[in-house]
């Protein structure tokens, strides 16, 4: 998966609580055999009308946001269904990073082993981030995930809190296999000494 290191961009904010994963990849997106085309699938229903015709009104068909790296989003972001095709489609949609107070378990998870950075905040910090978001001027953010910092065009900041072993596989772009290899010369040391000890089990 590609490296997270320091990505900046546009922010749009999405406030509403409780958008699940329905709402961030509709049921008919999960047919197919691989990953391509989820950009189409991510916010589906919000970004296209009946028709197929992009609604104006929603804020990542609007020029300002169409380019967004980052969404500031509303509580309990990501619940519903553990489909990872939601993940995947944020990721081809552009998006490197979502600011928010707090994200679903499993989405979570989902983000971190493909790239995603979730970014926790509390409410008050959160929502200046939100202001800023929603200002066609001011929307710009940066994240260095290594300072563990992001930081809007205005020089607003914030630090973040990120467990060691997840910020090392997304610096290094490693996913959950990725990072069980490192290990790779201790999990052959083991089994030569698991089966020397057992070798009726060779």
Excluded at 132 to 145: C, F, I, S, Y
């Amino acid at each position: 998966m590609e490296p997270f290191t320091t990505v900046s961009g546009p922010a749009a904010a999405l406030p509403a609580a409780n958008i699940d994963t329905d709402v961030i990849m509709p049921k008919q997106f999960l047919k197919g055999i691989d990953r391509r085309g989820l950009d189409r699938g991510a916010f589906h229903d919000l970004r296209f009308d009946e028709t197929g015709a992009a609604r104006p009104g929603f804020v990542l068909n609007r020029p300002e946001w169409a380019a967004a790296r980052f969404l500031v989003v509303g509580p309990n972001f990501g619940c519903g269904s553990s489909r990872e095709h939601a993940v995947w489609g944020l990721l081809q949609l552009g998006i490197r990073a979502i600011l928010g107070t707090s994200f679903a378990g499993i989405f979570a998870d989902n983000a971190a082993n493909n790239g995603l950075l979730l970014i926790s905040l509390d409410e008050e910090t959160l929502a200046a981030f939100a202001r800023r978001a929603a200002d066609p001027g001011g929307n710009g953010l940066t994240a260095d995930l290594a300072a563990q910092c992001i930081t809007a065009c205005d020089g607003f900041e914030a630090t973040f809190t990120i467990t060691p072993s997840r910020k090392d596989a997304l610096l290094r772009g490693l996913d959950a296999i990725g990072a069980t290899l490192d290990h790779a010369a201790e999990i052959r040391a083991f089994e030569a000494r698991h089966l020397a000890a057992q070798p009726w089990l060779a």
